[in-house]
């Protein structure tokens, strides 16, 4: 498996309630960056990114501090309900997608997104942010 980057939109970004419980000790850099052609919904207490052209999504990445990738990822695995690639019972799907810094330098890194049924219901009938911010969504 590749060790890559993690970009975190919601109750992982630094100040945010799961920050201090998953990332804090764990982490070598957390950088501001956002995720191009992805549209955020406001959950049932934390946020939901789908993939949509023209959108993006405001957060953070997150690269493991050396020693730290396997029991992060196996973390932030648990915490996202993400079982492995395309399993029905995926709260959301882990996806290597193309984060940009505020530079704009493109950086591969996992992105945990809304699961496939869960992302259709969302675009149906969901709360969208308009922002992409999940720390401005009201």
Do not use: K
């Not at 973390?75 to 995926?90: I, K, Q, S, T």
């Amino acid at each position: 498996m590749t060790s890559l980057p993690f970009f975190v939109y919601g109750t992982l970004r630094p100040g945010e309630v799961n920050h201090d419980l998953f990332l804090r000790g764990r982490t070598a850099s957390e950088e501001p960056a956002s995720l191009p052609d992805a549209a955020l919904y406001d959950g049932p207490g934390y946020p939901y990114a789908v993939q949509r052209r023209g959108s993006a999504v405001v957060g953070e990445l997150i690269t493991a501090a050396p020693g730290a990738y396997g029991e992060l990822l196996s973390a932030l695995d648990h915490l996202e309900e993400y079982r492995g690639p395309g399993l029905p019972g995926n709260v959301y799907d882990r996806i290597a997608c193309e984060a940009l810094r505020p530079d704009g330098t493109a950086v591969r890194a996992w992105v945990y997104l809304a699961a496939p049924a869960l992302a259709r219901r969302l675009a149906e009938s969901g709360t969208e942010i308009p922002t992409g911010d999940w720390r401005h969504r009201r």
